[in-house]
């Protein structure tokens, strides 16, 4: 036993040299990962927005646009009260889905300015019955936007007469019907080739680019989202809905004839709901599929420690707060905003500053935790 004493001696001290080795690295060693916060990931905000918000939104709008076309044709191959009450119906469901995907107005949609061609309103009857005349008139010019979409379609199947069996009479004229049934059809055929287009490419290569270029800097995903996002909000959510129609964005001038959908009217509150209910939604990085709340606006900022100095209120507990504050101002509007304004402007002017709170909340204190510059202007001073 002694005399093996020496080798184990030797075999414990290259133990120890190459334990010493190892430890005291010569440059050749891996470091530990520094721990990742996952609330940072911008690549799981993207993967997010993409897999389980605007692609399911897209592909959930198209059902409806795709059952509003059936309806149309059917109305088109007969046009009785009971056909006019499925068109209709169907066009009402579409137009209320498409309040969920206008606002993601990057990349396939804003290529193909698909919210111009869906939803500039007011329409202009001029415009509309000039392109019934003259079928040969272009669908993809910038003076043909007000001519199309969803608010055509709201002149069509309402304002076109006082009634259903007038609007019936409008497209059974002998020598006018027909070329008033093909407008119908132009303007649903032209939506469906544009949201078509902007599903396949959300379902092909797009994807991948939108979820792999995780930057901030101005032309990445993120930062044209956060631009359209809060331009949304502002520019068609606030102003669009309710600062032009009340007079609150034309220094007094009460313009009621400007909101949504003024035709069939008494859809007007539930379209801005459900747009602003989309923006709530997104801003939480709630799923489509499983109402489930993601990587978000929320979790980032929330993971960059965005606070109120002075109350030490997270930012994410302001601007939810403040959309509650919104969302109840809307509901307890009437259903038929045309009606409101002239019954009560002022409630429509309330909501109207209600909505500001939040605009500037988005628009300057969101941005700016985020690092992510604002490249749209707006002449409202914010």
């Known amino acids: 036993m002694i005399r093996f004493q020496p080798v184990k001696s030797i075999l414990c001290a290259l133990t120890v040299f190459a334990i010493y080795a190892c430890s005291s690295g010569g440059g050749s060693t891996t470091p530990e990962p520094e721990p990742v916060d996952q609330g940072k990931d911008r690549k799981a905000i993207l993967v997010n927005w993409a897999d389980n918000i605007i692609i399911p939104s897209y592909a959930a709008f198209k059902v409806k646009l795709d059952a509003m076309v059936e309806k149309s044709k059917a109305f088109a191959a007969k046009p009785s009260a009971a056909e006019l009450t499925g068109f209709r119906q169907a066009w009402v469901e579409a137009y209320t889905e498409w309040q969920k995907v206008e606002l993601f107005d990057v990349g396939p949609a804003s290529k193909r300015s698909i919210r111009n061609y ?10 509309i019955e000039a392109n019934i005349a003259d079928p040969s008139q272009s669908m993809e010019t910038t003076s043909s936007f007000d001519r199309q979409g969803f608010p055509a379609l709201d ?32 303007i649903t ?50 102003s669009g809905k309710f600062g ?21 009217k008494n859809i007007s509150r539930s379209l801005a709901l459900a747009a602003h209910q989309t923006a709530v939604d997104f801003f939480n990085g709630k799923s489509v599929k499983t109402a489930a709340e ?18 030490g209120k997270t930012l994410t507990e302001i601007v939810n707060a403040q959309f509650t504050a919104n969302k109840t101002k809307i509901e307890a509007l009437s259903p038929d905003l045309h ?3 002239l019954d009560n402007n002022q409630a429509m002017k309330d909501v109207y500053n209600e909505l500001q709170k ?3 909340m988005l628009k300057v204190d969101m941005t700016s935790a985020m690092s992510i510059t604002i490249t749209y202007t707006d002449n409202d001073g914010d």
């Open 118 to 127: 869906f939803n500039i309103y007011p329409s202009s009857i001029s415009g």
């Open 244 to 264: 032009i129609p009340s007079g609150a964005m034309l220094n007094g001038v009460v313009a009621a004839d400007k909101v949504e959908a003024y035709y069939k």
């Open 189 to 238: 055929d032209h939506m469906q080739q544009l949201i078509d287009g902007v599903n396949a490419d959300w379902n092909g290569a797009y994807r991948e680019e939108f979820t792999t270029k995780t930057g901030t800097d101005i032309g990445s995903p993120m930062g044209e989202l956060v631009n359209g996002y809060v331009l949304h909000y502002e520019r068609y959510i606030r």
């Open 155 to 186: 002149y069509l199947l309402n304002g076109v007469g006082t009634g259903d069996a007038a609007i019936i009479t409008y497209y059974t004229d002998p020598s006018k019907g027909a070329g008033r049934l093909a407008y119908i059809k132009r």
């Open 339 to 341: 009606q409101q304004i």
């Open 358 to 360: 939040a605009v500037r």
């Open 294 to 311: 993601g990587p978000s606006f929320k979790t980032y900022l929330d993971a960059l420690g965005a606070k109120d100095g002075a109350t």
